[in-house]
């Protein structure tokens, strides 16, 4: 059975930084692309970042981009998600996905 497993989510400061990691199990990670959404309180869910099955390929919503970096570790089944400056609208539940299959979240809190 497919599973994501996400962790690594907390309380930071702004302009600090946190590392999302999601572990996948139950199917055959190297062949799917993946993704980070996340979804802030009274608002839609939205792609954050998105990376081929193989690395070679990502992208970012312009909201992250050139803060964030989605990375992917084929050998182990895990991808990442590493957020720099953070602010407080970054502060959202964030979810690792593929295909219809989404992990439990993260809730990722930007404060002072």
């Known amino acids: 059975q497919e599973q994501l497993v996400e962790i690594g989510g907390g309380l930071v400061q702004p302009g600090g930084s946190l590392k999302l990691t999601c572990a996948a199990s139950?199917?055959?990670?190297?062949?799917?692309?993946m993704r980070w959404y996340r979804q802030a309180p009274g608002k839609e869910r939205e792609l954050v970042a998105f990376?081929?099955?193989?690395?070679?390929?990502?992208d970012y919503a312009p909201s992250v981009k050139g803060r964030f970096t989605i990375l992917r570790d084929n050998a182990n089944n895990v991808v990442y998600l590493l957020m720099n400056s953070l602010n407080s609208e970054d502060t959202a539940v964030y979810y690792c996905?593929?295909?219809?299959?989404w992990g439990q979240g993260t809730q990722v809190t930007v404060s002072s």
């Open positions: 996905n593929f295909m219809n299959h």
């Open positions: 139950g199917f055959t990670f190297p062949n799917y692309d």
């Open positions: 990376i081929r099955n193989d690395g070679t390929v990502t």
